[in-house]
């Protein structure tokens, strides 16, 4: 745009935006309509975007997402929890991961809400507190990294500030959640809490840049319910979704008002879920892929006759309709008794001792492993 700041550099594809646009134009006069029978020829089942898959599990595979699965879920998404112009994200998130393809974009074309990008890898956090967003998304771990940092800096502090911080917390752990999600609350602890608001709970969302959350999610991993409490407590609205990279990031979405701590919520607007009989999660709706990327017999093995894919996730659906997932469904075993195990739930139980950091098990133990776990824990 600036043409006299590129006088040292000679790359034979430079050329000002000046310039740029004068070509545009005189295209435009010798092709006369090209542009709008470029758009008249293309179609929502066109590929918009080859995103690719961890490898976790396997070589990583394009996942091929349309232009209608990705406006179908963010449609439903906004529609969901009432997102509009008037709400603000921060994009901090990588590019090629399909949720900042469904906040950053696909949903922003949508609401038309305002996108955020931080300065710089350095500066997120600094840059949170300043935009302050509305609507944020963050893994496990960054929420957990921000409580570190609250506990270290109160540890840090004196023994009123500590004090204070300690009741005004045990007031939010009885309470907040409840308040947060409209139920019933006797009169003295809404006191107590509105006490809390004013002296901790208020001042501590602004620090961590959360004090304009409207609508807050997390998801790639299991969250401690200890972490979602503690956040859901302060009056953070915090909810968990499901979903994978073939489904357009999300399958479940938590409802206000009836988030749990052991689920990620029922199925989203536009989408359905079953469950297999060996336990395993198929999904079908608007948001699944349209096939992998010239692997046809990948696409033939993730979806069956009737269109579901299959997630390789093990679940099952509580009472409420909402979805627990239990562990991958080819790690999940059963019991002499018949009764099903998951090996991640024992690990995520050891991970709460003090002494243990990580657990995990190789496949082939499964079972032994489970056997000693459940054994050590009962002891």
């Excluded at 976790?56 to 394009?62: A, E, I, S």
């Excluded at 506990?151 to 023994?159: K, Q």
């Amino acid at each position: 745009m600036r043409p006299a700041r590129l006088r040292d550099y000679d790359h034979p594809s430079l050329m000002s935006y000046q310039r740029l646009q004068e070509i545009g134009r005189e295209f435009d006069q010798a092709h006369p309509g090209y542009y709008d029978e470029a758009i008249a020829a293309g179609s929502s089942e066109d590929t918009a975007i080859i995103l690719y898959t961890s490898g976790t599990t396997g070589k990583p595979k394009g996942v091929c997402h349309a232009h209608r699965g990705l406006i179908g879920s963010a449609r439903n998404g906004c529609g969901f929890d009432g997102l509009t112009e008037k709400d603000d994200v921060l994009s901090y998130l990588p590019m090629a991961w399909v949720g900042d393809n469904l906040f950053s974009y696909a949903q922003a074309m949508v609401a038309g809400f305002t996108v955020n990008c931080p300065e710089s890898r350095e500066t997120v956090m600094t840059d949170l507190r300043e935009i302050g967003p509305t609507y944020y998304f963050a893994p496990p771990r960054i929420y957990e990294g921000l409580l570190t940092q609250v506990m270290i800096r109160m540890e840090d502090a004196g023994w009123i500030k500590r004090k204070l911080f300690h009741w005004a917390m045990g007031v939010a752990r009885r309470c907040g959640a409840d308040i947060l999600d409209g139920k019933p609350v006797g009169l003295a602890d809404r006191m107590r809490y509105a006490a809390g608001e004013l002296l901790v709970y208020g001042p501590l969302r602004n620090v961590l840049g959360m004090s304009r959350i409207r609508v807050g999610y997390t998801a790639g991993e299991a969250i401690g319910p200890d972490l979602f409490r503690f956040y859901r407590s302060i009056g953070v609205n915090l909810k968990q979704f499901y979903g994978q990279t073939e489904t357009c990031a999300y399958v479940c979405l938590q409802p206000d008002g009836q988030v749990k701590f052991d689920s990620v919520g029922p199925a989203a607007p536009g989408m359905e879920i079953r469950i297999a009989e060996n336990g395993e999660v198929l999904v079908r709706g608007v948001g699944l892929l349209k096939s992998y990327y010239k692997r046809d017999d990948a696409t033939r093995e993730a979806i069956n006759d009737e269109g579901y894919f299959m997630t390789g996730d093990a679940g099952v659906i509580d009472a409420d309709g909402h979805l627990k997932i239990i562990d991958r469904a080819k790690d999940v075993g059963k019991l002499a008794d018949g009764s099903m195990f998951a090996p991640k739930y024992i690990e995520n139980k050891l991970k709460f001792f003090p002494y243990i950091k990580e657990a995990v098990p190789s496949a082939p133990a499964a079972t032994r492993y489970a056997r000693s776990s459940i054994s050590t824990l009962t002891r």
